[in-house]
């Protein structure tokens, strides 16, 4: 039934929980039978009670479902609050990707420090060829000196392969990735040696969190910004992200 769904494809990866479950009751606990018959193999992250009765979320990650509680109907969809206009799906999304995010480790990002005092941080879904890409590049001295660490993950948009891809495996593999990345993004050539690199784990990464493009910019509150903004947006939606 539900596994036509294309949404469910990249769920056959395997991911961890990110949050603590619901309080498990009688009717999660059937409906964790019903997802288990419905996405094999694979363990949600979070089920729960939605403001709407007889209706549960069921999250994998940053990507998630709805079901009725009789396990007989799903959807998929954005699920607003018309009082408010708050998109509580995107809510549900942002928890998902805050938790990837912080089983991340830095050692595997390339990263542009805040000068001083580091007040915030983004992370950056990226493609050294993208030209919105190279525009938000030229942003990342103002955002270090207003107190914002880049950290960068690497999202070749042509895939495994392509030469975009063996720009970004060059980048990691030089002796100094941020300075490799500053010639990469300004179309100049970066020589380096073949190395491991987790430019593979970035994309699927990337996949799972729900990046369709990039820039994808990630706010420390799990929030997504598709596309170019200037340095100024960018603190602003900190900013009042942080409010």
């Known amino acids: 039934m539900y596994r036509t769904i294309p949404i469910l494809v990249l769920l056959c990866l395997t991911l961890l929980p990110l949050t603590a479950p619901a309080k498990d009751d009688g009717t999660i606990a059937a409906l964790r039978e019903r997802v288990a018959e419905l ?3 694979t363990e949600p992250s979070d089920i729960r009670e939605t403001p709407v009765a007889g209706l549960y979320q069921v999250r994998f990650g940053a990507r998630l479902f709805y079901i009725t509680a009789d396990g007989a109907y799903v959807l998929e969809g954005n699920l607003v ?3 408010t206009g708050r ?3 995107e809510a549900a999304r942002a928890v998902g990707r805050r ?6 480790d830095e050692k595997d990002m390339v990263v542009y420090p805040a000068r001083g005092e580091e007040k915030h941080e983004i992370t950056v879904f990226t493609d050294v060829d993208c030209p919105y890409c190279r525009r938000l590049h030229d942003e990342v001295e103002a955002l270090n000196e207003a107190g914002v660490t880049v950290r960068y993950l690497m999202f070749p948009r042509s895939g495994q392969g392509s030469p975009g891809f063996d720009k970004m495996v060059r980048v990691w593999c030089a002796d100094d990735p941020a300075a490799a990345f500053n ?3 300004a179309d100049k050539p970066v020589k ?3 190395c491991e690199t987790p430019v593979r784990e970035h994309m699927t990464l990337g996949h799972r969190m729900g990046v369709r493009g990039t820039p994808a910019i990630l706010l420390e509150s799990g929030e997504m ?7 100024e947006r960018i603190l602003q939606a ?3 992200a942080g409010a």
Not at 225 to 231: E, F, I, M, N, S
């Open 39 to 41: 996405v094999p193999d």
């Open 81 to 83: 609050e018309v009082d």
């Open 87 to 89: 998109n509580l799906t």
């Open 99 to 104: 938790g990837m995010l912080a089983q991340m």
């Open 183 to 185: 010639r990469a993004k």
């Open 192 to 194: 380096a040696e073949a």
């Open 225 to 231: 910004l598709p596309g170019y903004r200037p340095a």
């Open 238 to 240: 900190l900013e009042q």
